[in-house]
Structure formats: C-alpha cells, structure tokens
C-alpha cells in the first residue's frame, strides 16, 4: 500500500537552534517527492521538490535530502526563526500526474 | 492576482443541511481540486477537474459534488452534511512547469457539522 510516514509528530525547539524531520515512503513507483510548509489557518505551500536522481535541494535556510534506494527523505532547517512554526508536509507522487500521497505532517514549534 | 480563493472561510452545519464551497482562481489554470484535511491525517483528495466540463472523482469523493463550468470556478457541494464532513476543505489549482506541476492552495474553509 502506498504510505508516507514522518516523524516526529510534533517538535518543540529553541529559536536559532537546527532541526531535522524525517520523512519514509513506501510508494511504488516514484515520480517525485515535495516538502510542503502550512502555516496555521492557511494552505499548504510548497518548499521543495526532488526528483528519483536529486538528492538534495535547498530553499534558503531549508534542505532537502532524499536517498531514494532507502525511500527516506528528510527536511533540515538551519537556524530556526520564529516564523518557522508551522507544519512540514512530506508528499510523494508515483508516475501519474494527479496523485499524491501526502504525509500527516510534522507539527514544528519555534520557542524564544 | 488573487490567486486560489475560497469562501466562506468558516461555516456551521446542521446535519442534513446541504451548501456550497466557493472556489476560484485568476491563474488560468487548468487543473483544480478540492481536499479535506482532518487531524492526525494527510490530505484526502475528494475530486478533481482537468478543465472545463471534466471532473472526475478522488479518494474520497462520497457525499460530495461538483462541477466546472468555467476554467476560474469550481465549487464543491455538500448534498446533505454529516457529522463525519466536519474538515477543513483545500481548493487548490495547478499548472505544469518545466516538467513538475505547481500546485497553489487556497486559505481553506473550516466546516463543521453538528
């Protein structure tokens, strides 16, 4: 069955400390996989998206890694800012255009 | 451009009860879609529309409708609400751009069914 898990749940860290959040598939085929940001009240948007022969992508202070013979994939934020808080959503596509499948999220809190 | 913008924003039902979310975009986009998200969950997508006069169903479309006649709209209706329909529904559009899509979301509406 097609999943996607990420872990943690929910992280609380201290403003300018780094954080990384995890992010496991099982979907089969691979197309792509995003890193979306939701701010609480508001629609997702998207962060980053790395294709089956991209390891890394960066977006500013974010970076995205994934090692697709492993299907792990995480989001590393460097230097957290207040406006880091929100929730971090893992999305992989197989080959067709229209579906997603789409992680419960990780809920992150940035604490001055 | 306003981007993807739904209305209303927030909204109380009584069961069986039926309505209407509003959803439109200025990006002249093609595809649009509509999902629900509720706690501890990915979103669910519940239908979807590749142009004008095409929709066809997602994951989860039971007890919702839908219909394009515009490529700017695309309202989702609730045919009689639930309890279980208390959500937060995501209108979102897309487009193709070098070989991925792009897929902007809107502010989403909170509904709940009493």
């Known amino acids: 069955k097609n999943q996607v898990e990420q872990s943690p749940q929910s992280l609380i860290i201290l403003e300018g400390k780094n954080c990384t959040l995890q992010c496991n598939y099982t979907v089969s085929p691979f197309s792509n996989l995003r890193w979306y940001k939701q701010d609480t009240g508001r629609g997702p948007v998207s962060l980053t998206i790395m294709t089956f022969s991209e390891n890394t992508k960066s977006n500013g202070r974010y970076t995205a890694t994934l090692d697709a013979d492993t299907k792990q994939s995480s989001l590393h934020i460097t230097a957290s800012q207040l406006s880091d808080s929100a929730s971090y959503i893992c999305?992989?596509?197989?080959?067709?255009?229209?579906?997603?499948?789409w992680g419960a999220g990780t809920k992150l809190i940035i604490k001055p | 451009n306003a981007g993807v913008t739904q209305t209303p924003k927030f909204q109380v039902l009584k069961t069986g009860q039926s309505m209407t979310l509003q959803c439109a975009q200025d990006m002249n986009h093609e595809y649009m879609s509509w999902y629900r998200q509720d706690p501890g969950m990915g979103l669910r997508l519940i239908h979807y529309?590749?142009?004008?006069?095409?929709?066809d169903q997602g994951e989860v479309p039971n007890g919702y409708n839908v219909s394009r006649s515009t490529t700017e709209d695309f309202p989702l209706r609730l045919l009689s609400a639930a309890p279980s329909q208390t959500s937060v529904y995501f209108c979102a559009s897309r487009y193709r751009d070098r070989g991925h899509y792009e897929q902007y979301f809107g502010p989403g509406t909170r509904l709940t069914v009493t």
């Open positions: 529309s590749v142009g004008a006069g095409i929709t």
């Open positions: 999305v992989v596509s197989p080959n067709s255009n229209y579906q997603l499948i």
